[in-house]
């Protein structure tokens, strides 16, 4: 099966599932109208927009710079820093590191990054115990599922799926109440706390000033994981650096309320190099790994906008084409109007091809995004850019329309055998086709073209004024 | 005032009505109206598709076509879009064209703000609806008025019975080619849309865009949805006296 | 043109890993064609939310109960806590120097812990110049052992888990997002704002900064930073589940804030 019709596969199969279809309408109108009320607050939300995106644009265009300030700092600070040009060099650095500290049971904060990498299986196969601590990561984890959403992961489950999964897994008592299934989590969770030698986390932000690193969560699991373990190990995309300690006040005051409205989340944490001598807890071992894994060449090249990103999820949540396939149709670490960008991008193997084409540039995602990426421009530049891989069916029939759109004599040409050739169901509607009309009128009727065209009734009398 | 208009390729072949109410609305407010005979196509669907080799040829023609022009007006406001944000993008590379393209884009409106800018009519006050009127947002008119500013259009007609659906500017689906390559998500899509519409009770839907009329309309034909979709200008054609209503 | 883009080759100056300083020079050379035409803008008036100008207090209350948390305003003199209804007095009595001074937030804080029934109580002090200095802490350590709740100062394991509440001092608190800030530091543990099930911060009024721009600011200009600043805004949280919100998934459920005026 190509990866076209792969991709269509998931797509059929999620419109058809209306549970999850529901369920993910629900979640992101209720996280659209909570970022509408969250924003409504702010008293120059634009304007604060307009900073975010001029902060990172010109981190993007200084990054060496800024990421040597960085990496000087966090050593200065105590803190180690470490280089992954690629997913597998990541994996062999964090590996390489927990086995030199024997580690044997590790905690993770949710990072979509260690997803990108595919972190989890690298340590659990040199025997090391992965647990993730978000809810919904924890949730997936022991479901053996994948994330649909990168801020909500388990939008796409209900709550009998996810006491059946606690029961089965954890050996809990059967029940779904929310309350109740977070308290036993909770429990269950406290005492991983207890035992785990390694925490593991991404970064929301990298402060090059200080070499300061900044976890945001509403949990605590951000600040249990980086806490309670000997060894931390921050994963570290290389775009994640901002110059300067105040500069982070803007994305903070952008990244919840985007998320979920909220204009603070509950955990903020800004860690500075491990635990200082005299501190009575915290890791005594702080290690950074910046991973690079194909963002230089995107920095280099037409698209490095998308390094903007602040992982905020309001884009997933304003996209009427994910609130109809949901996360999973995607196939990515990364779904959604972002990852219709970021998967092509980083992943040069041609399987996401259609992802970028997956749109009707509706705009909604650049209203949404707190950084002002321009999505649906970079959309319609990644579709040229891939020109070449579009369907030949598509391309011979783009290109046939556009000659005929060269003249006005086959462009009226065209409006004759469209009218000749356009099924009538006998009210003036067209109500089946073959090929591409086919695949309008399976579940749309298409209006027929009147008798007369516009420019004929021009002709025809319209041109004289009265 | 001299106005060529820009009909555009959906407009001329689907909805010709619309075409002849823009007409008469703007003669009825002192334009004299030219149509270029030689237009055919702007090349959204090219351009959105990434075909730009292809959609910089039917810049170029445009651009020819109404180089004797001093106002353009477009019924479409994604076409309208097309001419003004792409085409000096599109032809970046050679600076002659790049600047007859900055050139048309300045001097390319979209119908209703043409009308509220240039010629200051105060659309609100001309419009006459005798049914409850809902209506369709069409996204690629982010460049030009926003929801809010086509929702406090419609908010000034005396009596009007408007009924603002839930999600207003939600996507219909249609994008182009899109509605074709992705039926099943489109569908997906249009479905929503037929939901916030419906539920006003409203009958009559404002529609300022062809594909989202051609898409929502022929959605809402299928499932038997009674809802009938009008253009701003055959509405300001009606409301003037200038065009038989349609029923 | 960016006065604010830092000096190349910092990297030499510090201790760094080779495979690093060889990785940032291949970067360098990467991106020597990226255009330089974005300035770092200026902040400062731009960013702010709430202005000095404004009632602090009232803001930060309205902020950090929308967070979740509840905030108990509680002026600096007030009742004598030993003339509390119920309350019983130690054996030897409260003695003369206990009765001159009134103490409000410590009403308060023994009124949240009996409320919730809680046996044991870890204090956690950061400032010598704050509510909980040494000498408030003997008087509370001295009232809560005649409410029958245990103080635990030593933030080891086992306290950190079992302990039924924490009560803190916060080193800052930002009005504009209901935030009060703890840092790490000498017997100061990160834990006992996060692990027990019950977090009560005393904060008094001049702390509180009008906005979140002001704390960063303030804190970036600082040479010698703290191992983590923990900037908490309401309870711990969770909608995971169907969008539900729950409180206390791995932090306190509940935050209790006594601001003295």
């Known amino acids: 099966m190509s990866a076209s019709d792969a991709f269509r596969a998931r797509v059929a199969k999620a419109v058809a599932d209306r549970r999850v279809v529901q369920a993910v309408h629900l979640a992101t109108w209720r996280k659209v109208s909570a970022r509408q009320a969250g924003f409504a607050l702010l008293r120059n939300a634009e304007e604060l927009r307009d900073l975010a995106s001029q902060i990172k644009q010109h981190t993007l265009e200084n990054l060496p710079q800024y990421l040597e300030q960085f990496v000087t700092q966090v050593r200065r600070v105590g803190g180690q820093i470490h280089w992954a040009k690629d997913a597998a060099a990541a994996r062999a650095i964090i590996c390489d590191l927990a086995r030199g500290y024997a580690s044997h049971l590790a905690v993770k904060v949710k990072s979509m990054t260690t997803e990108e990498v595919d972190l989890n299986h690298a340590l659990e196969a040199i025997g090391v115990r992965v647990v993730e601590t978000d809810l919904g990561e924890f949730i997936v984890q022991i479901d053996h599922d994948r994330p649909s959403h990168i801020v909500t992961p388990i939008i796409h489950k209900d709550r009998r799926q996810i006491a059946a999964a606690m029961a089965r897994e954890i050996g809990c008592e059967y029940t779904e109440d929310p309350t109740e299934l977070t308290k036993l989590a909770r429990r269950y969770l406290r005492d991983i706390f207890r035992r785990c030698d390694l925490g593991i986390s991404g970064v929301n932000f990298g402060v090059a000033e200080t070499g300061t690193i900044c976890l945001c969560t509403n949990e605590g699991n951000g600040r249990m994981s980086t806490t309670r373990p000997r060894v931390h190990i921050a994963l570290m995309g290389i775009e994640k650096v901002i110059p300067r300690m105040r500069d982070l006040a803007v994305f903070l005051k952008l990244l919840s309320r985007s998320s979920t409205g909220q204009p603070m989340g509950s955990y903020t944490t800004l860690i500075t190099g491990p635990k200082r001598p005299a501190d009575p807890d915290g890791p005594e071992r702080l290690h950074v790994v910046l991973l690079d894994n194909g963002r230089a060449d995107i920095l280099r090249g037409p698209f490095a906008e998308v390094l903007k990103c602040i992982r905020c999820g309001a884009c997933l949540n304003a996209c009427p084409v994910y609130r109809n396939i949901g996360g999973h149709a995607y196939n990515s670490v990364y779904p959604g109007p972002i990852g219709s960008l970021v998967t092509p991008l980083l992943n040069a193997d041609r399987r996401h091809d259609d992802l970028p084409r997956a749109s009707s540039l509706c705009g909604a995602c650049y209203v949404a995004c707190p950084v002002k990426i321009n999505i649906p421009d970079l959309l319609v530049k990644l579709r040229a850019a891939t020109r070449a891989r579009q369907p030949w069916g598509k391309r011979a029939a783009l290109r046939a329309w556009c000659w005929a759109m060269c003249s006005a004599s086959t462009y009226r040409q065209g409006q004759r055998l469209m009218r000749t050739f356009l099924p009538d169901d006998g009210e003036g509607w067209t109500t089946r086709g073959v090929g591409p009309l086919g695949e309008w009128t399976a579940t749309r009727d298409l209006p027929r073209p009147p008798s007369k065209s516009f420019r004929q009734l021009w002709e025809e009398g319209l041109a004289d004024e009265r | 005032m001299n106005v060529a208009l820009f009909v555009t390729c959906l407009t001329d072949t689907f909805f010709p009505r619309v075409g002849t109410a823009v007409v008469h609305v703007l003669r009825h407010f002192g334009c004299h109206v030219e149509f270029p005979t030689e237009q055919t196509c702007c090349g959204q669907p090219a351009y959105n598709s990434g075909f730009h080799a292809e959609a910089a040829v039917l810049a170029r023609r445009m651009i020819e076509v109404f180089e004797p022009y001093e106002t353009v007006v477009s019924p479409s406001a994604s076409c309208a879009t097309m001419v003004r944000h792409h085409f000096p993008t599109l032809l970046a590379a050679d600076p002659r064209w790049h600047l007859a393209a900055q050139r048309l884009a300045g001097r390319t409106f979209e119908f209703a703000t043409f009308l509220r800018d240039r010629l200051a009519v105060d659309l609100g006050a001309c419009l006459w609806f005798d049914e409850p009127v809902t209506f369709h947002y069409p996204c690629h008119a982010r460049d030009i008025y926003g929801v809010d500013g086509l929702q406090s259009w419609l908010a000034q007609v005396p009596h009007i019975d408007l009924r603002v659906p839930e999600h207003a500017d939600l996507c219909c689906g249609f994008g182009g080619v899109f509605a074709v390559e992705h039926a099943p998500i489109s569908t997906a899509m249009v479905h929503d849309k037929l939901e916030g519409l419906a539920a006003t009770g409203a009958r009559l839907v404002l529609c300022n865009e062809g594909g989202c009329t051609m898409q929502i309309a022929g959605a809402a034909r299928r499932r038997g949805l009674p809802l009938r979709f009008k253009h701003i200008a055959e509405c300001l054609a009606e409301s003037l006296g200038l065009l038989e209503p349609e029923p | ?261």
């Open chain 3, 1 to 261: 043109m960016n006065a604010d883009a830092p000096r190349a080759d910092v990297a030499q100056a510090i201790n760094v890993d080779p495979a690093v300083r060889e990785a940032l020079r291949g970067l360098r050379r990467q991106t020597e064609s990226v255009p330089r035409r974005t300035a770092l803008p200026d902040l400062a008036e731009r960013v702010r939310q709430v202005g000095a100008d404004e009632d602090l207090v009232r803001r930060f209350e309205q902020a950090a109960t929308a967070a979740g948390a509840h905030v108990h305003l509680v002026s600096q003199t007030d009742q004598n806590p030993g003339r509390q209804a119920g309350a019983r007095l130690p054996a030897g009595g409260i003695g003369p120097r206990a009765d001159a001074k009134r103490c409000a937030w410590i009403a308060k804080v023994r009124e949240l812990l009996q409320a919730r029934g809680a046996k044991t109580a870890l204090l956690a002090t950061a400032r010598p110049d704050s509510a909980l200095n040494s000498e408030r802490r003997q008087e509370l350590v001295m009232f809560l052992a005649a409410d029958g709740i245990a103080e635990q100062s030593t933030p080891d394991d086992e306290t950190l888990f079992s302990v039924d509440a924490a009560i803190t001092d916060v080193s800052a608190a930002i009005a504009e997002t209901g935030t009060i800030v703890c840092v790490s530091g000498p017997g100061l543990a990160r834990g006992a704002s996060l692990i027990p099930p019950v977090h009560i911060a005393v904060v008094a009024a001049q702390q509180i900064l009008p906005d979140l721009y002001d704390y960063l600011e303030q804190i970036g200009a600082d040479a010698d930073l703290p191992a983590s600043h923990m900037l908490i805004s309401g309870p711990s949280k969770t909608a995971d589940i169907e969008g539900v919100l729950v409180t206390g998934m791995h932090g306190p459920g509940e935050l209790h804030v006594i601001v003295l005026m």
